[in-house]
């Protein structure tokens, strides 16, 4: 038995034989060119051009999601700076190879720089790299097979190019030592509902050496496995078949939201942040849309978006979800997301700095446009829109807010609790707004003085940390004193068991990512209101997150049943 752990990126389990995708791939020597100038110039162009009308071809043939992903890396392949940088080399007199690699490599490299989500689009920029010289050495691209029987498909990194035709009901579960939790792979794989575990480091060398074995992959964990024994195969299968039998769990619901067992309203949205997340969320059964991440539209934006810009794409945002509700977000710029429009001042801590509604002090206009333009877009698409700012801190702020968007005719505006601050002014918040939500993600940061994103500091960071539990308690409760719907828009309503206390804690709606909607919905479905009460009070009375955990899941049965 060899077991190796990676970062668990959509969740499932699979127990099969695997499949090891090699990428032989021509390296390239830096050997001068034997082509006069303009000869090499059109080699490189020629396969650029071959390898970038074949990723669009597999845009028009893929659809959702895919597609979208699928142009955007035919637009990088054909980029003329790609184009030009790889010029300039084969101008110092190297062949067509060896310049796009080269080319590719200060790609790459402003890429990581950037960190976060572009640098997670290093491995696309390679694919096409590798792409290109395939064409340039006239050998094919090895492509994944299509399988005939189901397989656990294992590689070093997969590109959305090559998962275009993947049929996905003969992959038990994909593996990749590359990759991260926001990478292609575990994008593609989360909407496909296959289980993926990515960043496994050795998986590729493992794989080489135990052709044949059987693999256990436990994609709740990160764990994988080779030749796992028994007991392991055993656990593996039960949990398959749990996850089956979750598939199938009926759930409750009405058009005003899912219904827990004993039949109490509770409305699960889909957290957004663009259409390509439409249909998914609809496919998931969203009861519409709890977060529309506004900034995720405009993270590459060097100028903001205009007002027809904006009416065009919040109405194309809202119409779908027409007869249902969608809460937007206006632009939570700053921190881990900051724009080129807004954050120009360098600051020795972003995420304690000018973030979010912060932001209104220096450019109160792009609030107001944003605001004009959400305006709009709701009375163009007939969708019930309600609208709320992102990192308010103090009541003031929450009231000049509310105003400034009442005054273009936005009807139901709230605001976001997510700093420290707003807890201890609830009944103030909950008072001034229509609604508030609850941002568990930065709510937990802050409370903890511990950055998000940093990996040593990620227990201060899990959910269940009984601080959190507590100031989610006293906000929900300020909402049901105050009559205003407290909602949890945070990380924490996608997970079911957590999800499920929230609501026992007096929260009044869910809002989770799209690849968890079904299994929250499964847990609302399968547990009674008093029983998420009892989970809320065990949950609250323990005093460590490993505690929070088990005494709330020892009131939570139900969900032991359905694998959750
Ligand atoms: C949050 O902080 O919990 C939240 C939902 O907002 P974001 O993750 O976009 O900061
Ligand atoms: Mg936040």
Redesign the pocket.
Known sequence: MIALNGIAASSGAALGQFFLLTTEIPVPSPSPSTLPLLEERQVLTDAINFVGADLEARATRSTGELAEILTAIGEIATDPALLEEAFNVIAQGHNASYAISLATEIFKELLESSGGYLAERVSDVANICDRILCRIAGVEYPEIPQFIVPTILIARDLSPADTTDLESDQILAIVTEGGGPTSHTAIIARSRGIPAVVACPGVVEYARTQHGSLLGVDATTGEITFNPPAEIQSRLVEKVERILKRKAQLVNRTPLGYQTRDGQTVPIYANIGGLKDVDVALKAGADGVG?L?TELLYLDRKLPPTLEEQIQIYTDLFTPFAGQKVVIRTL?AGADKPMAFINFDHEPNPALGVRGYRTVYKHEDLLRIQLEAIAAATIASGTNVWVMA?MITLPQEAANFVEMAKSYGIKTVGV?I?VPAAVFHADELTTICDFVSI?????GQYLHAADRESAPLAAFNDPWQPALLRAIYQVAQAGLRNNCPVGV???AASDAALASVLLGLGVTSLSCSVSTLRDVAAAVSALSYPELQLAGIAALAAGTSQKTKESARAQLSALEDLGL
């Open positions: 977060l991440r939570d992102p976001m997510e941002g568990t993600n930065d709510l828009c945070g990380e």
